[in-house]
């Protein structure tokens, strides 16, 4: 591994830096973003039940916005459900878009390293052509060891940097499309929450 990282030259440093990254926040949002722990599935009726039976007082709404995103998002509608269906509506659509900012953190980070990366591999590459052809110039081409040394550079760069980039446009767009499912998921019950609450058609909370 050292042998790899010294032909490779001290552009192998950033991109296994880059590579730790794209492990590192794949396994925080692979754990943090689980259906189960962002949208409950049976969490709206479990809400209205409470609105039902009069138990949804200032303590519940308080356990309510701490038990997910999802919580979060009807707590915010809950709270403003007296003031009328476009106050409940702008409430909702505000905690929304803070739950979202959560949701894709370090998204970002992932899509820049796709990016970068081939870019760092490339840069390496025209390191390594730029020593042969100095080398050639200075040595002609009877010192192969050189010759192989800047070689061995311009190879391993580009392989490592596509190596980190991929895996990390993969798991970039996986999350991405995560997240925009949960998304989904909560837009539809926080529009079924404001339904029935301002409403006169029949909406069903339990559909999962």
Request: charged share 20%; with cysteine; hydrophobic share 50%.
């Amino acid at each position: 591994m050292e042998n790899i990282f010294a032909a490779g030259g001290w552009l192998m440093f950033p991109l296994a830096l880059c590579s730790v990254a794209v492990i590192a926040i794949s396994v925080e949002r692979f754990w943090t973003l689980k259906p189960g722990k962002i949208a409950p599935r049976n969490q709206l009726g479990d809400v209205w039940n409470h609105i039902q039976k009069n138990k949804m007082s200032s303590d519940e709404l308080k356990t309510l916005r701490g038990s997910s995103p999802l919580g979060r998002i009807l707590a915010a509608g809950l709270s403003n459900s007296r003031h009328g269906r476009e106050v409940m509506k702008d409430s909702i659509q505000e905690a929304a878009s803070q739950v979202v900012h959560d949701l894709e953190r370090y998204l970002a980070i992932l899509g820049t390293i796709a990016a970068v990366a081939p870019l760092l591999g490339l840069l390496g590459t025209v390191l390594g052509m730029i020593k042969v052809f100095a080398a050639i110039m200075l040595e002609g081409t009877g010192n192969a060891g050189v010759l192989a040394g800047g070689i061995s550079q311009a190879l391993l760069t580009t392989a490592a940097g596509l190596g980190v980039a991929i895996p990390a446009m993969i798991s970039h767009r996986f999350f991405q499309r995560r997240v925009d499912d949960l998304v989904v998921a909560m837009e539809q019950d926080a529009v079924k929450l404001v339904d029935v609450f301002h409403n006169d058609r029949r909406v069903d909370l339990k559909q999962g």
